[in-house]
């Protein structure tokens, strides 16, 4: 769980066409959702970052790895804040 894994995953999740690049709409298409998309797209995007392998589910494993990350780009200790999860 570090900032890569974070960035991996916006990555996937933004890069819509799956040639390994985020063009401008890409981009835009991403920003809108966040901006004024409705309840539903919103949750689907956040799913997409957690489903970090694309199976659809999302488990305990995949959320730490997310946590991790986030926790990590903003500089605070992870462990004070997921251990339990992992309970």
């Known amino acids: 769980g570090d900032v890569t894994h974070l960035t991996e995953a916006f990555f996937r999740t933004y890069d819509i066409n799956r040639d390994s690049n985020i063009d401008f709409m890409e981009f835009m298409h991403a920003v809108s959702i966040i901006r004024r998309g409705d309840l ?22 995949k ?8 926790y990590q780009a903003k500089g605070l ?3 004070d804040g997921y251990n339990v999860l992992l309970k």
């Open 63 to 70: 959320l730490v790895k997310m946590m991790e990350a986030l």
């Open 40 to 61: 539903t797209e919103k949750l689907s995007l956040i799913f997409s970052l957690l489903d970090s392998d694309q199976e659809g589910v999302i488990d305990r494993f």
């Open 77 to 79: 200790n992870a462990n």
